[in-house]
């Protein structure tokens, strides 16, 4: 560490003769008093933390909760009787319609090589539409990328075509490796029904190589209705093992049956409680999650973990007898995984209002060990932002840094505010994302209470120092 | 990262203005081939990597792997044949006697209150006598701490001494809770004894509240015979229940009983492979893990991790046709957990052929996702190592500082030698540290790849810069 800390004294020497008014020692005293207050909230999270508890509850007594399920109103009624029960100053509900796909009967898919027959585990994707009640049977051309669907044109007619390029492993963020891929999964149905093909499967995005489908959005853009065709995802382990078959027999028959279908558009919630700024209650920081979450597994990590995270983060605050001078907001936002109605219902009566944010922070990738934030912000917040490296390094936050923040608050985005994304480590997040998989078995609880923490801490620093 | 840069270049400028003697151009270029060279090592590692199918094969066909066991030679073997096939320079077995510890037939403990029976989950610790056949029961003085005992004395005669004292959350490396509390299951039977205390229970060394007892070492010292006493742990969840029955009757009675038995040492081994240095075959860097472990689970992260990730590191450099200058020996230790033997032997035998050691690299915290190394070396060296971390910081290793290195390398310390640790996430390391639950599917494969590559990343910079 010697290094670093050499570093900051550096920095705080130049800046201290530059442009900071305060003199050396007050400095010095506030990042002191900072200090102790962020030891405090890491303290009191694992000692006498509640978000672990919370999503044992909201994973194992609610479960998979999908934009316009039973699950996610009940999920809803126990976010805000939760925050109620918390005394947070203020709780309610925003209404918002949302998107309501319903997965219907467990999938069904194989292909036959040499008489032998090779079931094959598979899910729709969300959005998809159905396979007719027979299935679908049709030969399979495997390509690599959208490009490759339109320079083969009309060679896709009566075919169902596999999209499997994989993950690259070699990024250290695994978030890379999804952003290289996930086109396949969210537009490959999109591309490929106006040469006739019938149908498209997707090479699950995970980096595990198992026997889990992974779902996700998909979209049909403004393609007519005729042109449509049902999408799934198989398992990595499927997706290599048909690609070695296919050499062996390119006309090999591929079968998937799905009875999905999308319902009209459900009422639903996001929820949101606050605490009200003792100095500024009329500038708001938001801190969230969301609520909804795919239906295969609990969704513990997707996004469960930020869900607990961001109430606790509150709870974090009143427990330390911290009062914010801002309002500090917590939003559970709806429909994140398949429509986003719940950020951009968020962002609209915001303006309606003519609310004033200065800031956002979301937790949407996994209840993982901490390693930074990344935020989208002027110039001269980022320097502020930057100038909490060493407050935040001892607790395994030195990864700050500009960057995406999250799908829920970008809505948000202004020229003032300052948006924040939550980052833990990355590794073991996509082995889990979408899929049944993702169960509460898989969070640890101390990685959780850490973000927790790490979360209440970035929240306490803008409350005190953001303009 | 901004700052973080802002810091680098500072530091570059400062060090080019001293004491470097090379132009910056010089230094920039070296640092780019190094960066080439690591980033080289990352993507073998994760697109090509053999340490995860190497521990699956080490934990779920050999399994535990004591000291003095038949799985001990099993493994010895294993690790040897495995160098052989990886067709390193030189591989051979370090002859070294061990201690023979044997666990017998599966502990028992339980006690009564109100007519109501609790059945308590135990094991006994590593190097305790057993019980009589029939068990011992008693009385159940709780404790925080061995001064505790001193103060209590005479008080203790015919009692179970119930050493209390949890991990402290707090601390956000769990490794400082650890060596905060680890003093009771290594000294608690040996102070008792010598007061007439007729067993020692103590609460298992984890942050986690559940129902697996952790073993570990243990020492009599070198009390005598007359006054040792039988000693076990408890499960976290059953140490807490007794102590909240131990309030509602403070006699209550504790029975439990244990078969274990230290057998004569058996002879056993160090396994030793090497690439030979090109230029400096005499100088040697070693990296190694213990091929021991508990027996209670399979040994997966403490320490199959280690092992693995020590062999892939010499594996990675004849991939990446790497020819060390420098010979760069792997060691899987014998031992570690209940003697350090193998460790003793490897720096004896050193310095009884005058062995010319440079540098040693320990990796034994689990094979959880990179957080950075320790060391402990001369100030010279220390500004070195310290100039590597915009090198490793891209890779999740920026946490480089001084500190404790390791136990099987420990004996190698010289005032020339410098002694790495492999520092990686600690999280959940506790959760399995020396219980049934240390097992393969703990492990992630991505997180495993990633410390084998930081170690040969690590290894190859030792290798390029340390004179």
Request: glycine share 8%.
């Amino acid at each position: 560490m010697k290094h670093i800390f050499t570093c900051i004294i550096l920095i705080i020497t130049l800046s201290s003769c530059t442009n900071v008014k305060n003199s050396k020692t007050t400095e010095n005293q506030v990042n002191k008093k900072d200090s102790i207050v962020i030891k405090n909230i890491f303290n009191t999270a694992l000692t006498n933390g509640q978000s672990y508890q919370w999503l044992d509850y909201l994973s194992n007594e609610i479960g998979g909760r999908l934009s316009g399920s039973h699950e996610s109103i009940a999920a809803i009624l126990w976010g805000e009787r939760l925050m109620q029960d918390l005394r947070f100053d203020k709780v309610w509900l925003q209404d918002v319609m949302v998107p309501n796909w319903y997965r219907g009967e467990k999938e069904e898919a194989s292909f036959t090589l040499n008489t032998e027959k090779y079931n094959v585990p598979i899910c729709a994707l969300g959005g998809s539409i159905p396979t007719p009640v027979t299935g679908i049977t049709g030969e399979v051309i495997e390509v690599q990328n959208l490009e490759e669907v339109e320079s083969l044109g009309e060679k896709l007619r009566g075919k169902i075509v596999f999209f499997n390029r994989p993950f690259d492993n070699t990024h250290i963020q695994t978030f890379k490796a999804y952003g290289g891929c996930v086109d396949q999964r969210y537009a490959g149905a999109m591309v490929c029904g106006k040469f006739g093909a019938i149908g498209a499967i997707v090479r699950s995005m995970t980096s595990s190589i198992d026997d889990y489908p992974h779902t996700g959005a998909m979209s049909y853009g403004d393609i007519a209705e005729n042109e449509k065709v049902p999408t799934a995802a198989i398992s990595t382990k499927a997706a290599n093992l048909l690609s070695e078959k296919l050499k062996e027999n390119p006309t090999l028959k591929f079968y998937f049956k799905q009875s999905c279908k999308t319902l009209p558009d459900e009422p639903s919630h996001n929820v949101i409680g606050e605490l009200i700024g003792t100095e500024f209650p009329d500038k708001i920081i938001t801190v969230g999650g969301h609520i909804d979450s795919w239906d295969l597994g609990d969704g513990s990590h997707d996004d469960g973990a930020g869900i607990v995270q961001s109430i606790e983060v509150l709870r974090l605050f009143k427990l330390n007898g911290i009062k914010p001078k801002h309002t500090i907001r917590c939003v559970l936002f709806i429909n994140e995984e398949n429509g986003l109605r719940g950020g951009k219902k968020y962002a609209e009566e915001a303006k309606a209002k003519n609310e004033n944010h200065i800031a956002a922070l979301e937790s949407d990738s996994g209840g993982f060990t901490p390693r930074g934030f990344t935020f989208e912000a002027t110039n001269e917040n980022a320097e502020l932002f930057l100038s909490w490296k060493p407050l935040l390094a001892p607790y395994g936050l030195s990864e700050i840094e500009e960057g995406h923040s999250g799908a829920d608050i970008g809505p948000l985005k202004s020229e003032t505010i300052s948006l924040f994304g939550y980052r833990p480590d990355s590794q073991r997040y996509f082995d889990y994302h979408h899929a049944e998989t993702d169960t509460f078995d898989k969070v640890n609880k101390r990685e959780l209470e850490l973000g927790a923490a790490s979360m209440a801490s970035l929240v306490y620093l803008l409350d005190t120092y953001l303009k």
